[in-house]
């Protein structure tokens, strides 16, 4: 798809040919409907029904807000978006569209992994490390940036390889959505989002899309998703509609934020003097793209800047504990993509993590703000355990 307007402009208007044919409503009405009139048979018309009305008949096939969504994010992306009711049913659908007998996969979201083992149910599916051989038919599974540390793979390399095999490469690029990172222009097949993290932004949607270079391709996986009935539902994606014309501004500023959050903490790494209000030996190390040390051009993968989802380790398990809870901008959750900065304790959700590691989101708070949140959440935590360590 030829992109003649820029990013900004293109989430505002790219739906809005569509619209026309549904409404004379700015702002897209929320349609919960789940059934729609069948147009009259010939010779008839219903009177107060405009005849260039796009059909719609039952909501699992199709409905209205769900189409705008779909030319909006296809779009943005520069291929055909198919939308799903969350990232992991989408992950499913991929599955089912190209039904492969291996899939080459190693760090990614752990509930990824466990819908590659759960198909397994169906038919076996061997995995295999993305260092491996390829062979045709294989699903490549790159996520980049990874969770949860935010540091990057290299996708064309992973591209290349795939297509000289005859593989399919599926980059997982929820940690990154666009305008930060392209990876349709880098040779993957095929990008997923869940939608639930940024192209939502809320915290309040669960949605997961599969974005393909052509337009029968998003047709077969439509037609696929009518009868698994995987369908986003109505609210959740007029929800996605209204979130998805903000999502420029919101992930540029999420992107500076956490680069400049990122360097001023790494300042206090190993330190054993107090740098700027973050005290002393509290930071272990710290896990972004933007500290991270690439064969490749991390730049030319990434050209609109650095995922907003970083790790940092502290020196203590305790520490790790006791930070995520007083953080006070941070809210202490799982997931991410918010307005608001998350942070989890990783060792909650995945109990083979590092003990010491957090997760962070940045949300769309002050920088300053952000800073001194974590000088008083650092300190707090720190002079408790030198408390701890007296009364032992
Ligand atoms: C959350 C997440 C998923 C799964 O998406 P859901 O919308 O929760 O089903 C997949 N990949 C990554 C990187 C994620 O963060």
Same mark, same amino acid.
Do not use: L, R
């Given at each position: 798809m030829v992109m003649e307007q820029a990013f900004a402009t293109l989430a505002i208007h790219a739906d809005e040919a569509q619209a026309r044919l549904q409404t004379k409503d700015v702002a897209a009405p929320l349609s919960v409907s789940t059934i729609f009139r069948y147009p009259p048979p010939p010779? /008839?018309?219903?009177? +107060?029904?405009? /005849?260039n009305l796009a059909p719609n008949v039952y909501s699992r096939e199709s409905q209205p807000n769900r189409d705008r969504v779909e030319t909006l994010i296809g779009n943005l992306e520069g291929g055909h978006a198919v939308t799903y009711s969350s990232g992991l049913a989408a992950v499913h659908a991929a599955l089912v569209h190209f039904r492969p007998e291996r899939v080459a996969v190693r760090q990614c979201y752990f509930g990824t992994q466990a819908n590659f083992t759960l198909f397994n149910k169906i038919r076996v599916l061997e995995k295999i490390d993305v260092d491996d051989e390829f062979k045709k038919g294989d699903l490549v599974w790159i996520e980049?940036?990874?969770?949860?540390?935010g540091e990057i793979h290299d996708i064309s390399h992973y591209a290349q390889k795939a297509r000289k095999a005859g593989a399919v490469l599926i980059v997982d690029g929820t940690f990154a959505p666009p305008p930060l990172q392209y990876p349709m222009r880098l040779g993957a097949h095929i990008v997923f989002h869940s939608a639930t993290k940024y192209l939502g932004g809320h915290s309040d949607l669960l949605g997961g899309v599969l974005i393909v270079p052509t337009e029968s391709e998003a047709t077969e996986l439509r037609e696929d998703r009518s009868v698994l009935g995987n369908t986003m539902g109505s609210m959740e994606t007029w929800l996605l509609l209204r979130s998805v014309r903000t999502l420029e501004i919101r992930i540029n500023r999420q992107s500076q934020t956490a680069t400049a959050l990122v360097a001023w903490l790494n300042r206090?790494? *190993?330190?054993?003097v107090p740098v700027d209000g973050i005290p002393a030996n509290a930071i272990h190390s710290l896990r972004h793209v933007s500290v991270q040390k690439t064969s490749f051009d991390k730049v030319a993968q990434m050209p609109g800047g650095f995922g907003p989802v970083f790790a940092i380790l502290l020196t203590s398990r305790r520490a790790a504990e006791l930070v995520a809870h007083r953080l *006070?901008?941070?809210?202490?959750?799982?997931?991410l993509g918010g307005v608001e900065s998350t942070i989890e304790w990783r060792l909650l959700s +995945?109990?083979?993590?590092?003990?010491r590691l957090l997760r962070a989101s940045v949300g769309l708070e002050d920088l300053e703000d952000l800073k001194q949140d974590w000088r008083q959440a650092l300190c707090s935590a720190m002079e408790t355990i030198e408390k701890e360590k007296g009364t032992n």
């Open positions: 010779g /008839e018309s219903y009177d +107060d029904t405009p /005849e980049s940036p990874i969770n949860p540390t206090g790494v *190993k330190s054993s *006070k901008c941070f809210v202490h959750a799982t997931s +995945d109990p083979d993590t590092d003990e």
